[in-house]
């Protein structure tokens, strides 16, 4: 489990495809302190940490990303030298900042539009129509691992919907989204609460 709130921003040094996708990513984290078989959200995904080390070139760790994990997330996120949202799971006792994040990656969007507004940036983003109905005025939603807090909702004739997010000053330093353009696909989770909701209504 996660909170949404990026704690690192990796590198990913090299990529090697076989039969899965070995990424090697450059971290600020104190690799002494990962286990192997740890798990960490990269931009959302969570992922497993299958070695790591440190040298000339700094600290990193290593994870496997399967061909369903490469399916199911935002297409170029896992080329060489992209910059990755980092968080290590939640641990008994950690303060719980954003909102309950699993780290699986629901559905692929896009951003529609990213204008500032004074020091912030206010992102229309479009979510698919599977994930449409769960996405609510001052719910909560992940973007590219981040836990945001959505402010207004617009449904689209096709199904899908586009909701906006105000990014402040804070969280572009802090995160990738002082990238956030137009056209750029994304990964979405959903509020874990919004899942249940719906399995309720579908056995109800």
């Not at 129509?129 to 959505?150: E, M, R």
Request: glycine share 10%; with cysteine; proline share 4%.
């Amino acid at each position: 489990m996660f909170t949404g709130i990026i704690t690192d921003i990796g590198t990913i040094r090299a990529r090697e495809d076989r039969g899965d996708t070995r990424l090697v990513i450059d971290t600020a984290y104190d690799v002494d302190g990962i286990d192997l078989g740890a798990s960490i959200a990269c931009s959302g995904a969570c992922l497993t940490v299958v070695d790591k080390g440190t040298g000339d070139h700094g600290n990193w760790f290593a994870i496997d990303a399967s061909a369903e994990t490469l399916a199911r997330t935002a297409p170029g996120m896992w080329d060489a030298r992209r910059r990755l949202n980092l968080e290590r799971a939640l641990k008994v006792g950690d303060e719980l900042g954003g909102h309950i994040v699993t780290g699986h990656v629901d559905a692929v969007g896009r951003i529609v539009a990213a204008q500032p507004v004074g020091d912030s940036v206010k992102l229309t983003v479009e979510a698919p129509a599977s994930l449409a109905p769960h996405i609510a005025p001052k719910g909560s939603v992940t973007l590219d691992g981040v836990s945001l807090t959505v402010n207004e909702v617009a449904d689209q004739p096709d199904g899908a919907a586009h909701f906006t997010l105000n990014i402040i000053p804070h969280t572009q330093a802090m995160t990738t989204l002082d990238e956030a353009a137009a056209g750029r696909p994304v990964n979405l989770e959903i509020d874990i609460l919004a899942r249940y909701l719906a399995r309720m209504q579908a056995r109800g």
